[in-house]
């Protein structure tokens, strides 16, 4: 059973739809917390091969560095996908509140990403829309390790209509995607590439305000490494960036061939601070959307261990509403993952196997 202490609730654009609620819990019999994602089953209606691939995703994989997905319920409304909680916050924000910032800091981050995508590529999956904002800290300790999340646009290649789509987000996504021609795993090679660029100087290597320009550029895999701001970074860095960034994703190195390369394997990657410079980069070329300044995850989970110590005194609040205004939000009944996953085919079953899985809500915390 999952109890909602705090019921904080924010906007994921996933992919699947314009948006879901994801939700931060609490499971009873552990006091674990976990989020948990609450898909409206209306805004599937014709999009049910979607969550059907994520849950198909989801359920192949299991690395140290990917959220992974636990458990799947469905209410008359809703599919619930609970999720691990990461808590650590968004790359872009540790490395602004680092005030110590590296190359072999990027180098190490790098790794992790290489490690992480490799392990997809392996299981025959393509993520499809790596970027920043899908890189998370597990936890706020100061050796966290980085977390992908976001599978709603990832694929596995070889069902129907795989490395065709036209897909992921402007200045992340390779070449021959926006060029619509066929595809392959080398897509998420081009997009780390990419975030190397911006982990060492802080601003995206392709921009214009103009969409038609912005596509131009990646399309003739335009780009330089701009005076004064790659000054004091490595040739090596560079080097390994435009081995991922080249516009024939068959030239382009693979995961494997990233990770052997000296500024990953060797020591290369220099040990100068390059914070402020890539900082004040960040500041300016990466502001967040107002709602995303409205949601902390941090200070929400340290209000959650609050709640779970005794020491809030916020009063109770509103249960999380089902479509009916209902007090709880209950689940008909657990899905395994084995059922669940290889298409999904019955997310929506029937509800004789009912439990008592509860979602209870107290006091919101919007943060």
């Known amino acids: 059973m999952y109890v ?92 602004i509140e680092k005030g110590f910032y590296t190359e ?23 993520h499809r829309d790596l970027k920043p904002e899908n890189l998370l800290y597990d936890s706020m300790d100061e050796d966290s390790k980085i977390m992908i999340s976001d599978f709603g646009l990832s694929k596995i290649e070889g069902s129907d209509s795989v490395m065709s789509t036209a897909c992921g987000t402007p200045g992340y996504v390779a070449p021959e995607v926006l060029a619509q021609k066929p595809y392959s795993k080398a897509v998420d090679c081009w997009s780390i590439g990419v975030i190397a660029y911006i982990l060492l100087c802080g601003y995206p290597p392709f921009y214009d305000e103009n969409d038609a320009k912005l596509f131009e550029q990646i399309l003739k895999a335009e780009y330089e490494f701009d005076s004064p701001y790659w000054d004091d970074i490595s040739d090596s860095a560079k080097d390994f960036i435009v081995h991922l ?97 290889e298409g999904s085919q019955d997310v929506d079953g029937g509800a004789d196997s009912m439990s008592n899985c509860t979602f209870r809500c107290h006091p919101t915390s919007r943060v």
Not at 74 to 93: A, R
Not at 314 to 322: C, D, I, N, V
């Open 4 to 95: 909602c202490t705090v019921c904080t609730v924010w906007m994921d654009a996933d992919g699947l739809t314009s948006f879901s609620e994801v939700v931060l819990a609490e499971e009873l019999k552990t006091m674990r917390l976990v989020a948990i994602k609450c898909i409206p089953k209306k805004a599937l209606e014709g999009k049910e091969s979607n969550i059907e691939n994520e849950i198909a995703v989801l359920h192949k994989i299991k690395h140290a560095n990917i959220v992974s997905l636990e458990e799947i319920f469905e209410s008359k409304s809703h599919l619930y996908l609970v999720m691990q909680l990461v808590s650590g916050g968004e790359l872009f924000d540790r490395i």
């Open 104 to 126: 072999k800091d990027a180098s190490k981050l790098i790794q992790q990403i290489l490690d992480a995508v490799k392990y997809l590529h392996d299981m025959g999956i393509v």
């Open 245 to 341: 960034m080249q516009k024939d994703p068959n030239a382009r190195y693979t995961c494997d061939q990233a990770l052997q390369h000296p500024w990953i394997a060797g020591d290369t990657a220099l040990e100068k601070n390059i914070h402020e410079s890539v900082s004040a980069q960040i500041k300016k070329n990466f502001a967040k959307s107002k709602w995303k300044q409205a949601f902390n995850a941090t200070a929400v989970v340290r209000h959650m261990r609050r709640l779970q110590l005794g020491t809030s005194n916020e009063g109770p609040s509103p249960t999380l509403p089902e479509e009916d205004g209902g007090t709880t939000c209950g689940l008909e009944r657990p899905l395994s993952l084995s059922e669940a996953g």
